[in-house]
Nanobody
């Protein structure tokens, strides 16, 4: 059973930064397209960023220039560096493959508020 464990969330003020981490158990991590998703209260889960096996990355328009996704295949870990955070970034953040598989981790809460 694959497990996804997200961490690094917290309560920050607008303009501050956070770095999220996600460890995926199981084999073949380096062969997967990995992604970060988020779900704000009352909204559907949305794709935030994804990173290819090659390291090439793509971002949802609202986070371009502020968020950076990266991966460490030796550690089965994907990261999301979030800078210049805004209140609208408040959500539970999840990692998964792209396309997402059925099992999700518990997510990590990010709250941006003054």
């Amino acid at each position: 059973q694959v497990q996804l464990v997200e961490s690094g969330g917290g309560l920050v003020q607008p303009g501050e930064s956070l770095r999220l981490s996600c460890v995926r158990s199981g084999r073949g991590f380096g062969l997967l397209v990995m992604a970060w998703y988020r779900q704000a209260p009352g909204k559907q889960r949305e794709l935030v960023a994804h990173i290819m096996q090659s390291g090439n990355a793509n971002y949802e328009e609202s986070v371009k220039g502020r968020f950076t996704i990266s991966r460490d295949n030796a550690k089965n870990t994907v990261y999301l560096q979030m800078n210049s955070l805004k209140p609208e970034d408040t959500a539970v953040y999840y990692c998964n493959t792209l396309p997402a598989l059925a099992y999700w981790g518990q997510g990590t809460q990010v709250t941006v508020s003054s």
